[in-house]
Structure formats: C-alpha cells, structure tokens
C-alpha cells in the first residue's frame, strides 16, 4: 500500500513555483516594447507633421488661405472696333449683371421665380433660363440678366443669403450702337458651350460675364480682342460673406481693331436698304478698302449678345427674306446683264471692233430657238449695246468669240474668286466654261450655254461682293485686292487690260446713266459729280411663254441688280447693289445707290431723302424690328424658308 502510495504521489503534476524577480523581469520587456511603440509613433508623428510644416507648407497655407480669402477672375474687356476714323463700331459698356451657378443652385424653380419677380424678367426670359439651365453644365453660368439698372441690381444683392447658386455682379458687356446694321458685318458674341469648353478648359472661359466672339469679325479676330484677365482677392466669413476687399489686379483689355469701313456711309446704306432684302458694297477704287458691306434685313448683334429669347429667335428663323444670312458675302445670284462690261472687254481684247454693229431684231436665232432681247434697238455697237443693254449684241458677239474667250476676264475683274478676307464664310459662286461643265456634268458646252451665260445667266452665278470689286477694278484699272482691316499697303499694281479698252466700257457705262440708258432717272443731283453704271434684272426661274418675272409671289420674282462707278472723269468709288426679287436692276438697285453715292458728297441732301422715305415704311431699322417683334409675339413659328438665292 506505502508503494502504490508513492506511484501515485510520483505520478502528480509539480507545480512549477514564479518568484518575484521572474515577474519584475517580465513586466520590464513588456513596458519596454509598448513603450518602443509609442515612440514609433510619436517619431513618425513628428516627421509627419515636420514634412508638412516645412516640405508641405506652401501648399497647406493656400488651403488655408482659400477658407478665408475668394478669389474671383474679372473678365477682361474686348477690344474695340472703330472704323477709319476712328468711330466706334463695337464698344464695351458698364452694367450690372446676374448670373446662375448650376452646380450651386439649392432650389432651381423657386430660384428663377423669385430673380423673376425681383428683376421683372419677361416670359419668354423665364422660358430661355429654364431652358438653358436644363442644357447646363455644372461649370457653365447661366445668364439671367445683364444690362441690370442699380435699383434691379441691389435687389438681388440683398438676398443672396436666400438665392444660393445666384451671381450678381459689374462688369462689361458687349454694345453695338449701330444694332442691326452692323450685325453681318462685325458679328456677335456669347457665352462659351459646354464644347468649346471641353476644348480648352480654361477657368476664364467659365467665369461669369465672360463672352467669346460666335460670328463674323468677332469670331476670327478672338485672340487679338479677348484681352487677358485680371483678379480680385476678398476676405469671406466661412458663409461667404464679403469681410474687405484685399487686392486686385486689373485686366489688360483686348487690342482694338480699325476697319476699313466708313460706319455713318454703312449705316446709311443699311437704312437705305429699307423694306428690302439684299445688299450695299462700296470700294475705294484705288486701294481696295471696303467701305460699306451692308446685309439687309439682319439680326440685331446686341440681341444675341445678351442672350436671345426664344421669340426673337423664331420670328428671325421664319422671316423668308433670311435676316441671318449674310448676303454681301453668302448670297449667290445670276449676275444678269452687270457681266456685259467684262464681256466687252473680252470682245475688245479678242478684236472686235467697238464700232461694229449689230442690228437687233427683239432677239437673236440659234437654231430653231430665239433668244429674245429687252426690245427692239436697231443698230448697236458696243457703247449702246452697253447703255441699252442689248442682249442681241451681246449674244452674236459672244458666239463669234465663245465664252471660253470670255470667262477669264470676268474672273480677271473678281467675280468667281476667293478673297483672302477674316469672315467665317464666303461664296465664291461659279463663272463656268466648258472645262467645268465637263468635270461637273459630264457633257460639253452648247452654243446656247455661251448665249445665257454672256448675259449673266445660266451657269453663272456670282456675290454682291464680287460685282462690287469688278466695278472698282474696272473704274481705276488697278488690280485691288479687297481688304478690310486698315493698315498700309503697297500700291496696287495695273491689270493687264489697255486703257483704250476700259475707255470704252466706261462710256457705254457712262451712257447707262448719263446718256440714253436704262439707269438714266438715277442720275447723281450733285452737281460736277456723275455716275457711270451698268443694270442687270436676273431670273430665279426659267421664263414660260410670255411670262417675266415681274410679278406673282415674291419669291419668283426677278432679282434687281446694279453696279457702279463715281465720279466718271476720276473714279473713286465702286460699288454693288442687289435687291432680291426687286424686278429690276432699273427699278430697285439703281436707285439706292443714287442715294448711297449721294450721301458721299451731299449727306444733309441724301438724309432728308431717307428720312423721308422711312417715314413711309413705318421708321427707322430699330423702330421698325421692335413693331415687328410686337406683332410676332404669340404666333406660332413657321417652318424654316427656302433660300431665294439657290
């Protein structure tokens, strides 16, 4: 039993005994390693914060610095445009305006009306705001205003704490005192799309109240009319409200440009202009300056500038005589009988005689078809052939010589050329030849394709601008090149016609006005001053039976043309006008550029005549668009009208 006893007690497990210095030993490492840790810690903790105090800092203070201070981009204003001395055509002006921020905006329908109420927006303004802040990006500022009175302005001040996404502000904004007669010719400006944006993100391009140029001059000069920005840095609460003005830096405006235009002779032909739908083009004979470039009826710039409401927009889109063409440049027609000058001096320059004669009969036979002429003449040569404007003569001249023989005198004079010009288009139209007929139809020139395209129809086809610079290359003789920004250059060297031969073009338009011709009741009522011209009536639609284009819808009629010259013993001025289905160049064009010349040497005698006239035609351009926009407001829009120029 003492041995089982003993196995057993040997078989229990010893406990192991834990003296004191054992436990001080392993409290020790256990403090030391929490402590090593900590101390891991707080070095990395002070390297951290070391980094960002010193490597850091500039970065931090800026974030800092952005809690307390705004800085806002201010715009830079645009260049100006003036013309030749130095009247302004495109200026800048003060206002207040208001803007949306999309991305801000807590409220958007409660937003808009109260701004509304506040500002007396119209409904058609409301419409445009909800519409554009529905196309929006969060980047891009909706216009709400501009143009803002300070009772107006103030009253949205005081309640941005309510309006959150609401910008008011001073700035500039695009004027054209002239309005609509300048809108062809220098353009507008607006607010950048989300693409443009997108091509260049710039945050100038987004800033509030800043505009880019969208058409004509202002569009191809941007980079020399934006100008660079300026800054301002103001101490804000943490709710953004102003504390003080810190700093700021002004911006440097855009460089202004000169233009070659004579802006009171621009605006007077425009208004001249009237009813009509068409243009007025005018040189300097001698160095190719373009001095008006008048399109009527057109879209008012100021308009589009500060945003255009959808029923300006749409009374703009229905009107058939396309205001927002610009028809000095884009619009394309048959030249009719102004080509028969260079016509002529093709004739001249392939020998024949000036003082042959062709008796015209009312027309001229080719084959079993005749070509009919305007009457019955009798003998012709070439100076009456001109002042009657014969098409007899001119066809059984142009068939002796053939229009191949023809065609590089009229693109020699400018029509069918491409001018090297800073607008966003041109039309360069067609001056045809059998080459061309061949590539574009395959099929050869007829006999009877000489015969209409000699008298300016058929094929042919050409702009205002171009029969302007025939005139003026035809006056001077000099080979002008059109140019409408001013700045010196060289002369302009001879074109390679004999003198002999522009004599006698000159007569026979000498003739047209002066003499027996068709433009004699437009003759110039200054005395010592004479205008040479040449009229030209051109079909939209191919004549049936006995029936002219002098009638019936306005859309069929004839269009009017005439170019001319003045003063005839020394030419200084060329110029064109068109009338679109004006019936006759006699009847619609001539006189207009009586009036439009007249204003160059007599302009108390040429304003009571236009004054005059306006008061027949219900007003001025301005008085006249606003009625019209009246009496728009509330119809439907009509489907987009055909051009009248194809």
């Given at each position: ?30 403090a030391a390693f929490v402590g090593g840790v900590q101390a891991a810690i707080g070095l990395t903790v002070a390297a951290r914060m070391s980094y960002i105090a ?279 027609y048959p030249p009719g009988s102004t080509v028969k000058p260079a016509a002529a001096l093709a004739m001249l320059h392939h020998g024949i005689d000036p003082e ?104 042919v086809s050409v702009s205002p601008f171009q029969l302007a610079m025939m005139a003026a290359r035809i006056a001077s003789g000099l080979n002008i090149q059109p ?164």
């Amino acid at each position: 039993m003492r041995a089982s006893r003993q196995l057993a007690i040997g078989n229990m497990k010893v406990e192991k005994q834990v003296t004191s210095g054992q436990l001080d030993f392993t409290f020790t490492r256990r403090a030391a390693f929490v402590g090593g840790v900590q101390a891991a810690i707080g070095l990395t903790v002070a390297a951290r914060m070391s980094y960002i105090a010193v490597a850091d800092n500039e970065k931090y203070k800026l974030l800092a610095e952005s809690n307390r201070v705004n800085l806002t981009i201010i715009p830079p204003r645009r260049g100006w445009f003036v013309d030749r001395y130095g009247k302004p055509i495109a200026t800048n002006r003060a206002d207040f305006r208001v803007d949306i921020i999309p991305d801000r905006l807590a409220n958007k329908d409660q937003t808009v009306k109260t701004l509304a109420e506040l500002l007396a927006l119209s409904t058609d303004d409301v419409d445009r705001i909800h519409r554009e802040l529905k196309l929006a990006q969060g980047f891009q500022p909706v216009q709400v205003a501009d143009g803002l009175d300070y009772e107006r302005f103030a009253a949205v001040s005081v309640r941005l704490p309510d309006l959150p996404g609401v910008s008011p502000r001073q700035g500039y904004s695009r004027f054209y005192p002239s309005g609509a007669a300048v809108g062809h010719l220098i353009g507008y400006v607006g607010t950048v799309s989300a693409e443009e944006y997108q091509k260049n993100k710039n945050p100038l391009l987004i800033t509030p109240g800043f505009k880019v140029g969208k058409d004509g001059l202002e569009k191809t000069l941007e980079d020399r009319l934006q100008g660079e920005p300026g800054a301002k840095r103001t101490e804000v609460t943490a709710r953004g409200k102003i504390v003080r003005d810190l700093a700021t830096r002004p911006d440097i405006p855009g460089k202004p440009v000169q233009l070659t235009i004579d802006i009171d002779l621009h605006n007077y032909a425009a208004r001249r202009l009237g009813l009509e739908s068409g243009s007025v083009v005018i040189f300097d004979c001698l160095t190719g300056d373009i001095l008006t470039m008048a399109s009527m009826p057109c879209y008012d710039p100021n308009s589009f500038s500060d945003g255009i409401g959808r029923v300006e927009w749409k009374m703009l889109n229905s009107d058939d005589h396309i205001p927002m063409l610009n028809k000095a440049l884009q619009g394309l027609y048959p030249p009719g009988s102004t080509v028969k000058p260079a016509a002529a001096l093709a004739m001249l320059h392939h020998g024949i005689d000036p003082e042959e004669t062709v008796v015209c009969g009312g027309g001229y036979r080719l084959g079993n078809r005749v070509f009919k002429c305007l009457g019955r003449h009798g003998p012709m040569n070439m100076a009456d052939a001109l002042m009657k404007s014969c098409n007899t003569y001119f066809y059984a001249m142009g068939r002796r010589i053939g229009y191949d023989a023809i065609a590089p005198f009229s693109k020699a004079l400018g029509l069918g050329q491409e001018f090297p010009l800073p607008f966003p288009s041109q039309r360069y139209g067609t001056i045809p030849d059998s080459a061309w007929k061949m590539r574009k139809y395959d099929q050869k020139w007829s006999e009877s394709d000489t015969l209409n395209a000699t008298i300016g129809q058929g094929y042919v086809s050409v702009s205002p601008f171009q029969l302007a610079m025939m005139a003026a290359r035809i006056a001077s003789g000099l080979n002008i090149q059109p140019e409408i920004i001013l700045k010196k250059r060289p002369a302009p060297g001879r074109l390679s016609f004999p003198e002999e031969h522009l004599a006698v073009v000159r007569e026979g338009m000498n003739r047209v006005v002066n003499g027996d011709g068709t433009a004699v009741r437009s003759r110039l009522d200054i005395p010592g001053i004479a205008m040479a011209g040449k009229t030209g009536t051109a079909q939209v639609r191919r004549i049936a039976g006995s029936q002219r284009g002098q009638s019936g819808a306005w859309k069929y009629r004839d269009h009017g043309l005439f170019v001319c010259f003045a003063p005839v013993d020394n030419p200084r001025y060329g110029a064109s006008v068109v009338i679109e289905h004006g019936m006759g160049g006699a009847r619609a064009a001539a006189p207009i550029a009586k009036d439009v010349l007249t204003f160059l040497y007599d302009r108390e005698k040429a304003m009571a005549s236009l004054e005059a006239l306006e008061a027949g035609w219900g007003g001025n351009i301005e008085q006249r668009m606003a009625s019209k926009y009246a009496a728009f407001q509330g119809q439907p829009a009509a489907p987009p009208p055909l051009d009248p120029t194809i």
